[in-house]
């Protein structure tokens, strides 16, 4: 079986702070070894100065691995679009992620399935690699119909770029009904999903579908990370909530690199 280095991300939201930066980069100095790969996805006006402060702890920085992303970009390459964020702008403050598809932009900002799937793509151009998010409501899931909405997510992206672009890509998982809630998927339904998203990919390639890193999202913290991340299927977290308190995102990076 592949081995799949576990990713923790962080996605402040609207949330956060300079000091926030500061105070992650302490703890992470304190932690002695990590193999997990950390990517924080700041607001876009915290980038520069997270950028600098990456900069001034390169140590921890490289013994972490810890990156920028951004928390969405423009589907256009540059232009007249008010309040749009280019992936070459993200590209320009060091991101290499970029988390395209999170349900909040999806239900409250209107992405449909085929903006994601074009800013997966320009993501891509962009050399940034897409985290992309998919996930159901409760509706959803308590109609049964989990898996065609997982399906119908994927295959608007597959329809668009094929499956050899998800050579650069990653999956977050994220059940509408835990992101915020602070009710998380039990591991079992987690692995479940990212088991069927795995296979579905699989399907098509071999190498992708094995290859792919998978991340759970949905009120990941501590107490419940060890449980969700050591499942076979599971390749690290998208963390929203627990990413702001710094102990405790440092808890989970930590808790990510024994699972490996
Ligand atoms: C998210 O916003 O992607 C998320 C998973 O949030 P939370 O951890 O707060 O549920």
Same mark, same amino acid.
Do not use: H, L, M, S
């Given at each position: 079986m592949a081995t799949r280095r576990p990713i923790v991300a962080a996605n402040w939201k609207m949330a956060g702070s300079r000091q926030l930066g500061a105070e992650l980069l302490e703890k992470f100095a304190l932690l002695s070894d990590s193999s997990a790969e950390v990517v924080i996805c700041p607001p876009a006006v915290y980038l520069d100065s997270l950028q600098q402060q990456l900069s001034e702890h390169s140590d921890t920085v490289a013994q972490h691995r810890i990156t920028l992303g951004g928390q969405n970009l423009s589907h256009?390459?540059? =232009?007249?679009?008010?309040g749009e964020i280019a992936g070459s702008m993200l590209n320009e403050f060091g991101c290499r992620y970029v988390i395209i598809g999170h349900s909040e932009r999806r239900s409250m900002y209107g992405e449909s399935s085929d903006i994601v799937a074009d800013k997966f793509v320009m993501a891509q151009k962009m050399g940034l690699t897409p985290i992309l998010c998919v996930g159901e409501s409760l509706a959803a899931r308590e109609a049964n119909r989990t898996f065609e909405v997982l399906n119908g997510e994927l295959n608007a992206v597959l329809d668009k770029v094929g499956i050899m672009a998800f050579d650069n890509a990653v999956i977050a998982y994220e059940p509408i009904w835990a992101i915020g809630t602070g009710k998380s998927a039990t591991p079992e339904q987690a692995q479940e999903v990212h088991a069927f998203i795995r296979q579905r990919l699989m399907q098509l390639s071999p190498y992708i579908g094995e290859k792919i890193r998978i991340l759970y999202g949905g009120s990941v913290k501590p107490s419940n990370a060890a449980d969700l991340f050591t499942?076979? #299927?599971? #390749? =690290?977290g998208l963390v929203g909530g627990a990413s702001l308190n710094a102990s405790d995102f440092v808890e989970l990076c930590r808790i990510a690199s024994e699972s490996e």
């Open positions: 256009q390459e540059f =232009g007249a679009y008010t499942r076979p #299927d599971v #390749d =690290g």
